[in-house]
């Protein structure tokens, strides 16, 4: 089966640097998404992974290891506004454009 | 570029009633897929459409259908309403549909089911 598992709540100081692990389970691997929702609004997209190692957006980072199962989201900087959830995804083994999702992680940033 | 838009925004229905939901997928997009939100479940997949096919189902009762024009708009339809059914349905369009794809949520429509 497949399975992504992420913690459900964190909070940080802004100016902070906060991370956000995902582990995942997957029949076969096609990559690994990243998306930001802040209340009552749409997923917006972040990132995107399929090869191992650090990728860099900004203030943004999302990082990918393959044989381990597991990525992780990095936000510097922290801003009041980047109090969202955050939202890891793969894509289904042989299934097209089907989206398995975790729980999402809500992220409070305190002044 | 217009982002991915849906309609009605809010819906309030009863039990037993039905529903259509409309998605406008960004132009030039052919894939669009169908995702449930309630705080319990999270996200989860309903359907996708790409070139007027279903291509892939989630794991959902017969109640929930859809279907997708020739201009890639898409619609879907919920019979018989359930309390259980009050969720927030987005859409999210892509360009090709293939596994590797970005998706690109729309705005999503809170349906209220009383």
């Known amino acids: 089966g497949q399975n992504i598992d992420q913690p459900t709540e964190m909070t940080a100081t802004e100016g902070a640097i906060v991370q956000i692990n995902c582990t995942y389970q997957?029949?076969?691997?096609?990559?690994l998404f990243w998306y930001q929702q802040h209340a009552g609004e749409a997923p917006t997209f972040l990132s995107y992974?399929?090869?191992?190692g650090l990728e860099e957006k900004g203030r943004f980072s999302s990082f990918l290891s393959r044989s381990k199962g597991y990525s992780y989201l990095l936000l510097k900087e922290l801003q009041m506004k980047d109090s969202a959830s955050y939202l890891c995804?793969?894509?289904?083994?042989?299934?097209?454009?089907?989206?398995?999702f975790g729980a999402g992680t809500r992220l409070a940033v305190h002044p | 570029k217009a982002g991915v838009t849906q309609t009605p925004r809010y819906l309030i229905k009863t039990r037993g009633q039905q529903v259509t939901l409309s998605c406008s997928p960004i132009?030039?997009?052919?894939?669009v897929s169908w995702y449930q939100q309630t705080p319990g479940q999270g996200l989860q997949f309903l359907f996708e459409?790409?070139?007027?096919?279903?291509?892939n189902k989630g794991n959902f009762p017969g109640r929930f259908s859809g279907r997708q024009f020739s201009n890639s708009r898409s619609e879907m339809n919920v019979s018989t309403l359930e309390l259980g059914d009050s969720a927030l349905y987005l859409c999210?369009?892509?360009?090709?549909?293939?596994?590797?794809?970005?998706?690109?949520f729309g705005p999503g429509t809170r349906l209220t089911v009383l």
């Open positions: 992974n399929v090869l191992d």
């Open positions: 999210a369009s892509s360009l090709s549909g293939v596994q590797t794809d970005t998706q690109y």
């Open positions: 459409y790409f070139s007027e096919t279903q291509r």
């Open positions: 997957t029949s076969g691997f096609n990559g």
């Open positions: 995804a793969a894509p289904v083994s042989g299934g097209y454009n089907k989206l398995i």
């Open positions: 132009s030039g997009h052919r894939s």
